[in-house]
């Protein structure tokens, strides 16, 4: 009898007025070498950092809020070449990180299941069932923010600021 082990995570609300349905929102600073931080990811006090959200169709999200400095508003919905690791666990799919709009390449890191192909935005499947490691690059949507850091906090200039991200999934007041 085999045995496998396997953990998924799954987050959502299941009673929310979406009809149990999930959504994404997440953020991260700019790190692309040719972003809007030019690959910077270490600040200065008084240094403004850009950062991106992305979310799933079905999300909606308030302005960002900081614990200091100010936010402002930058692109919305540009284009982001991202990369993950995927794995298929004896299966035919996998889940990427972000929501997708199209996927730009795949390298089998292994074993191939042949051509990849998404399900939908966050879903990738392959034309095979098994066991292995795709690379996958794709193309995803963003949001770009930035936060303009104050110069010094309590006095100061080695510190931390919160940036907090309110979403809602469609149907959700």
Sequence with gaps: MPVTANITVSFGD?????????GHLSAEVDSRPDGLNAGKTSFAPGDRAHFLVY???????DTPVASAGSIGAGGKGISVTKEDDIQFADTDTASLSIPAQSIVSVTWLGRSLGSLALADANTVKASAKGVAVARVKYTARADAWSIQSPASLGGLTDFSILVFILGRLAGES
């Design 14 to 22: 299941s009673a929310s007025a979406s009809g149990g349905a999930s």
């Design 55 to 61: 979310k799933s169709s079905n999300v909606t999200y």
